[in-house]
Nanobody, 119 residues
Framework: QVQLVESGGGLVQAGGSLRLSCAAS????????MGWYRQAPGKQRELVAT???????NYADSVKGRFTISRDNAKNTVSLQMNSLKPEDTAVYYC?????????????WGQGTQVTVSS
């Protein structure tokens, strides 16, 4: 089990930047694939970016070239640098920690942090 706490959300104008941070505790952070997901009102939760324990990254097409996910295993944190923000990026952003087992993935979620991009 891992506990996750997000921070860094807020209100920004279109074209601006935010950096989200997720602090993990309670387990071996380096063994988890970490990710950021988001959910806008009336929409399904969607993948934003992931980073594996080995550092491999994956991004949703909608954020490629604008967002960067990173992790610091020594500090047990994962971050999401968001640049060139658009109003459609407005959502609650959730930190995710996933541990894979045979036939199953075990997910832990943070409480979420609101990101609002105004036009």
């Amino acid at each position: 089990q891992v506990q996750l706490v997000e921070s860094g959300g807020g209100l920004v104008q279109a074209g601006g930047s935010l950096r989200l941070s997720c602090a993990a505790s309670g387990s071996i952070f380096s063994l988890y694939t970490m990710g950021w997901y988001r959910q806008a009102p009336g929409k399904q939760r969607e993948l934003v970016a992931t980073i594996s324990s080995g550092g491999s990254t994956n991004y949703a097409d909608s954020v490629k070239g604008r967002f960067t996910i990173s992790r610091d295993n020594a500090k047990n944190t994962v971050s999401l640098q968001m640049n060139s923000l658009k109003p459609e990026d407005t959502a609650v952003y959730y930190c995710n920690a996933r541990r894979s087992a045979v036939l199953f993935n075990y997910d832990n979620w943070g409480q979420g942090t609101q990101v609002t991009v105004s036009s």
